[in-house]
């Protein structure tokens, strides 16, 4: 399967424990495009989306249209997890170039990735 870093898809989430999103939702795929094709990689991490406006650099803000969401959404940044690929049910299709750099500083600031860090 190969998916590009920022293609919004459709996952069946469940089964979840505690806080964890659950259910079938939109999800972003942020994993590297190259890994994601590789069959000896089963997983693919994940992003999940919700309707439900957050605050701060966890939850950039997602517009409707060609990412294929029909209402504002927020992506869930810090339920970032990875998934099997049998998971994925359908293809929506990308966010915006912006909206995926707010999704890459959320997952530096998550991670612990950003410069300066160390």
Known sequence: MNLDRGTVVLVGL????????????PCIAVSDPAVNADQRFPLIA???VTGTPGEGSLYPELSPGKSGLTKA??????????????RIRRVF??????????????LELFLGLGSGKG
Request: hydrophobic share 30%; charged share 35%.
């Open 93 to 106: 299709g990308r966010v915006t170039k912006d909206e995926l750099a707010a999704i890459d500083q959320g």
């Open 14 to 25: 469940d089964p979840t424990v505690g806080h964890e999103q659950r259910g079938q939702r």
């Open 73 to 86: 959404s927020y992506a869930l940044v810090d339920h970032l997890r990875s998934i099997d690929k049998r």
């Open 46 to 48: 994940i992003v999940p």
